[in-house]
């Protein structure tokens, strides 16, 4: 992932290439147009919850949407969802970095596996192809993300699973930070739309 000091330089660069790619990637998966925002926004909106981004975060990742590894035995599934103002209009060109445990459970604090970043599109549109993280010790199943707005402050947070017996017992868990789950065959398919507070 960019430095997020430098953000801004490299989205000049990058954002055109990202932003067509992220349109290209969002158009694969129709189940994206199945599921209403999360959370609803509405104008007004209380922007999306913050939350620690944990030890194992690394900066600099690759500028990537799948995140799947050869010869994983995690399950494949699918994260998409849009990045909004409180007034519900999407932000074209906010990063959106993502990064989780693997299917054991354990953080690739060495090099990137499960660790990457992407541009929305025009419509604030974002896609990353990943698997299933492990639940371990102390923490309920969920990803970590930042989240930056083009000149922006930085919004941190995580993003949890429904259902998951370990949401209970896990302190930092938050039921506005839940994602929606598609019910359909195969890969499950998650989504969350992110708020920023802005205008």
Not at 8 to 27: E, I, M, V, Y
Not at 123 to 128: C, I, K, L, S
């Amino acid at each position: 992932m960019p430095d997020f000091t430098e953000q801004t330089r490299r989205k000049f660069l990058l954002c055109g290439a990202s932003a067509a790619g992220g349109l290209a990637a969002a158009s694969d998966f129709s189940f994206a147009q199945q599921f209403s925002p999360t959370p609803e926004c509405k104008d007004g909106h209380e922007p999306t919850q913050r939350q620690s981004d944990g030890p194992f975060y690394k900066p600099r990742s690759p500028q990537r949407a799948d995140l799947r590894e050869p010869g994983s035995a995690g399950r494949a599934m699918e994260l998409s969802g849009l990045v909004l103002t409180r007034s519900c209009k999407p932000i074209a060109g906010a990063l959106v970095d993502l990064w989780h445990a693997d299917e054991k459970g354990d953080y690739d604090n060495s090099g990137f596996r499960y660790r990457g970043h992407q541009f929305t599109d025009t419509q604030g549109r974002y896609t990353f192809r990943t698997i299933m993280p492990a639940v371990y010790t102390g923490r309920t199943r969920h990803f970590h993300v930042k989240v930056q707005a083009p000149n922006q402050p930085v919004l941190t947070t995580q993003l949890y699973f429904p259902d998951e017996p370990q949401n209970r017992r896990d302190g930092m868990f938050r039921r506005e930070l839940l994602m929606r789950m598609a019910k359909r065959e195969g890969d499950p398919a998650a989504h969350f739309d992110f708020v920023l507070d802005l205008a």
